[in-house]
């Protein structure tokens, strides 16, 4: 771990070294990575949401279908009972 730590603070220091680019530009560059980041963490959140919330109505449907057909079934029977 202290060996994955020492190469990732060498690899800033070498990015930070031979940056082409000007702090101040480097910065805004960041920043607008970083932007773009969280539109896409939160893109992804609502996808997922999204989803979960139509699996869960999917669920809820098939559950009624079968307590439906069970309800049925056993209105079926009580009829052929009675007979």
């Known amino acids: 771990m202290s060996n ?7 690899g800033i220091a070498a990015g930070v070294l031979f940056a082409p680019k000007s702090g101040e530009e480097t910065r805004g560059m960041i920043g607008s990575k ?21 699996a869960v109505e999917r669920g809820k449907e098939a559950v009624n279908r079968k307590v439906e057909k069970m309800a049925s079934s056993q209105e079926h029977a009580a009829l052929v009972y009675q007979r």
């Open 34 to 54: 970083e932007g773009e980041g969280v539109d896409y963490v939160k893109r992804q959140t609502q996808e997922l949401r999204d989803t979960a919330i139509d």
């Open 4 to 10: 994955f730590l020492l190469g990732l603070g060498l």
